[in-house]
């Protein structure tokens, strides 16, 4: 099983990760360390997390934290879509209903092993140690 993450992800993790450290840098870690557990289990249960309007997308808490992974699984990957608080506004997040068309449009762009307009392709352990170095780059072309 691939996992996969597309940018906006990327920008949700790295965001998250840096306000935490700001405040408490051992909480990062904490926080980092129960989202990677998180996702490591999407690849043994891809089906674990709850469906979503968006019958591609579910989700899947981090607790005890507040954070929730939006994914997709298909026959032989993972494609995080985003993490976010539970707190902010859902409509912006996928798998809302007004996003379907949106990210039903995309989903089927990045289905073909070509497409790099949307995801990123990266390894887990290249993609934490990006996040916990905070060395995120702007564009995909630097990883």
Do not use: W
């Amino acid at each position: 099983m691939r996992l996969r993450y597309t940018l906006p992800a990327l920008a949700d993790l790295s965001s998250i990760l840096d306000y935490i450290a700001a405040h408490s840098p051992q909480g990062a870690k904490r926080v980092q360390a129960r989202i990677q557990a998180i996702i490591d289990l999407l690849l043994v249960h891809p089906h674990l997390g709850t469906r979503t309007d968006n019958p591609v997308i579910r989700r899947l808490a981090t607790p005890p934290y507040p954070y929730v992974v939006l994914y997709e699984a298909t026959e032989n990957e993972i494609i995080i879509h985003a993490v976010r608080h539970q707190a902010r506004n859902p409509s912006g997040m996928p798998g809302a209903a007004e996003n379907f068309y949106s990210l039903s449009s995309s989903v089927e762009c990045c289905r073909s092993s070509n497409c790099s307009s949307h995801f990123e392709r990266i390894s887990r352990s290249r993609f934490f140690k990006v996040i916990s170095a905070g060395l995120l780059p702007a564009a995909s072309s630097q990883l």
